[in-house]
Structure formats: structure tokens, C-alpha cells
């Protein structure tokens, strides 16, 4: 599996190996061992899986809080997502900004997101479908979210507010300036790869 880290520390990129031949392909998408190695070490309790009929359809930005705060391990199995992590600690160096990547059904890229960060992301292409294993449970008394477009988090997203596809719920998310301090940094960077 190859690992790639970003300059903001906690979100990691990692590509599993695909092997292809005239029958299609082989990947090994989770190894517990490999994830240990790479310094993830978080037990996923549930794995989910959504559908997005068009494109430029809009996610997020969604978190949990505690006791059932959420890290997330994302990919894609069909189309293509405009994928983004925001830290969201309180006190944190690096307070509400972000990471954004390309994952695709073609690159085959996993997307890290720890908690403490804000998670959501946008179709680039029609019927795209997304997985991603998290660490504890749905809770809707803990699901949190910061609406897609506030313009202090200068995301460049691949859509405009009136292209957007969103849920009622998402179009009326705070802004991050509105949001309680649901995370505290602490002093160190959240788990990354050694």
C-alpha cells in the first residue's frame, strides 16, 4: 500500500495495489496489518455506502462528536468524488484548513480522515458510489456537520452554491465561526503514519 502525508497533519492518502489482467482486476482494500503499519490503528466498527445519481452532488461537510466522535477511511467503487478534510480542533495550528483530493473508481486512492476534522465531498461524475469504514457508530445525536460553502475555508470546489445537489440539512449547516469548540487540540498532531 503506498501512503502519501500532506502538509497539514492527520488526513493521509493511501493507494492499495490493483492487479489487472484480461479478467478484470484483484485489490486487497483493508489489511489490518498494513493499516497497523502505516500507524492507523483504529478498529472500524461499520462500513457505509452511498449513491449519488448526479454529478456535482454535494456531502458534508459532516463530523460526530464524542463519545461517538468518527474517523473515516473513504474510497470510491464507481465515478469520481472531489474529496475534503477540515480540522476542526479548537486551538489547533492549523484550525479550518483543509486537505482536498481526487478519489475515482480509476485511481483506486483511500482517503484517512481523522477525528477532530470536518469530512465531505462532491461528485464529479453521475452514479458515483462511495465507501468508507468508520470507527464507531452513527449517532444522531452526535452528527455534526459546517456548511459546504463558507467562504472562510477557501475550498475550491468543483461546483458553484447553484450547481450544488445538496439535502436540506447540509444547505443549512453553521459556519464554521458559529461552531462550539466540539474538539480541543491538544498540543499534538493527530495520528498520521510514522
Not at 478534510?85 to 483530493?101: K, L, N
Not at 455534526?144 to 472562510?152: C, I, L, N, R, Y
Not at 487540540?185 to 493527530?190: A, F, W
Request: glycine content about 6%; aromatic content about 12%; hydrophobic content about 35%.
Amino acid at each position: 500500500m503506498n501512503i502519501s502525508l500532506f502538509e497539514l497533519p492527520g488526513p493521509v492518502l493511501l493507494t492499495p495495489e490493483i492487479f489487472r489482467d484480461e479478467r478484470g482486476f484483484f485489490s486487497e482494500t483493508y489489511n489490518k496489518r498494513a493499516m497497523d503499519q502505516a500507524g492507523i490503528t483504529i478498529p472500524f466498527v461499520q462500513d457505509n455506502h452511498s449513491l449519488s445519481k448526479r454529478m456535482g452532488t454535494v456531502r458534508g461537510l459532516h463530523f460526530q462528536t464524542s463519545p461517538r466522535a468518527q474517523e473515516k477511511l473513504v474510497r470510491v467503487t464507481r465515478g469520481a468524488i472531489f474529496d475534503v478534510a477540515v480540522d476542526i480542533r479548537d486551538g489547533s495550528p492549523t484550525f479550518g484548513q483543509h486537505v482536498a483530493v481526487t478519489l475515482s473508481a480509476d485511481n483506486w486512492r483511500q482517503f484517512w480522515v481523522p477525528r477532530g476534522f470536518a469530512h465531505g465531498f462532491c461528485t464529479l461524475e453521475p452514479d458515483t458510489e462511495v465507501i468508507y469504514k468508520v470507527s464507531d457508530y452513527y449517532d444522531p445525536d452526535c452528527d455534526k456537520g459546517v456548511v459546504w460553502d463558507d467562504t472562510s475555508l477557501g475550498i475550491d470546489w468543483p461546483v458553484t452554491p447553484v450547481q450544488a445537489v445538496l439535502s436540506d440539512k447540509d444547505r443549512s449547516l453553521p459556519r464554521l465561526q458559529d461552531l462550539p469548540a466540539y474538539f480541543a487540540y491538544d498540543g499534538t498532531d493527530v495520528q498520521s503514519p510514522a
